[in-house]
């Protein structure tokens, strides 16, 4: 059983969820302009961590037992042992929608967004995926200096 453990935890370190989680704060941290610190995945803890008996792992139906065993032991019993859990979301869907809001009418105006957009529809009429896009070929297009052509209605 213990072995099945382990090689879950190789699995999510090299090759599940730690990568998709550091792509995911690395795309964050790019959009806000902030560059990010991981203390935790020091390589030195990492490895002492995943070196750990998994009795100091996982104890009584609770996993981070060590860290939650040293949280409580400096006065932070209500963190150490809280069973539910605190995530942080960047409002990209918001941000994203106040961008559109802000700047998304001039974009409209390029023939670019034109020929994407049907007759009477707006950026911030679309769905959340296609607004997005929509944004951004029109930006794009409208850097680069590129110009709608009728290949380009045709395929809208």
Known sequence: MFGDIRHQQRLELLSLCLPALLRYDDRTAGALGMETRLPLLDYRLVEFAYRLPLRHKIRNGWTKYLLRRYLAGHGLDAVA????????????????????????????????????????????????????????????????????????????
């Not at 918001?94 to 957009?117: C, D, K, M, N």
């Open 81 to 156: 042992w809280r069973r539910r859990k605190y995530a942080f979301y960047a409002p990209q869907a918001a941000w994203t929608r106040r961008l559109i809001a802000a700047r998304g009418s001039a974009l409209e105006a390029t023939p670019f967004a034109h020929a994407l957009l049907e007759d009477g529809v707006s950026l911030a009429g679309l769905r959340m995926p296609v607004a997005w896009d929509v944004y951004n070929c029109a930006h794009l297009a409208s850097v680069l200096g590129w110009e709608a052509d009728e290949s380009c209605a045709q395929s809208a």
